[in-house]
């Protein structure tokens, strides 16, 4: 379904837990499940959700069926090409399946966290089809920063 759009500020729990807005959780197809134990495996099953570390420092959020689409074009990749094995291998190094409970948290890995620069309080921007977890000062700085670059942005895309 999707149609993630908005932004809500949250924080990590101590253990590592992060509650997914109620208004995003209300548009997900997949549903939380609590006798889903294992944080690792396939997000297929119910209540799992992908999460990727993405270079610009943020993490996204994608449903199985929207990662699903994604994966069948990585499929595609030949193991011989040397460029498309290593696209492979860096995505898949990025890549990890974590799992709603029925309070709807997702915990996510200290590498995940570490990587966004995430120890308490995040973003969770919706971004249709995926959610962006971002470290507040991290979005605020790529906003700020990129501000004078949107005008320009809009007009070559829209």
């Known amino acids: 379904m999707s149609g993630f759009i908005g932004k809500e500020q949250h924080a990590i729990d101590d253990k590592g837990r992060l509650m997914i807005p109620a208004r995003f959780r209300r548009r997900m197809t997949v549903v939380p499940d609590e006798s889903l134990k294992s944080s690792r495996g396939s997000a297929s099953d119910a209540g799992g959700l992908y ?3 993405v270079p610009d420092g943020s993490l996204e959020l994608y449903e199985p069926s929207v990662w699903a689409e994604k994966e069948q074009a990585i499929v595609r990749l030949s193991d011989f090409n040397p460029d498309e094995r290593l696209l492979k291998t860096l995505l898949y ?14 915990a996510l890995s200290r590498e995940f966290l570490q990587h966004a620069g995430i120890s308490r309080d995040v973003v969770i921007v919706g971004a249709n089809v995926k959610m962006i977890l971002w470290a507040p000062e991290k979005l605020s700085k790529v906003v700020r920063d990129n501000a004078s ?3 320009v942005l809009a007009g070559r895309y829209f």
């Open 51 to 53: 999460v990727m570390k």
């Open 149 to 151: 670059r949107f005008q």
């Open 93 to 106: 190094e990025s890549l990890d399946c974590v799992e709603m409970d029925r309070q709807g948290r997702i």
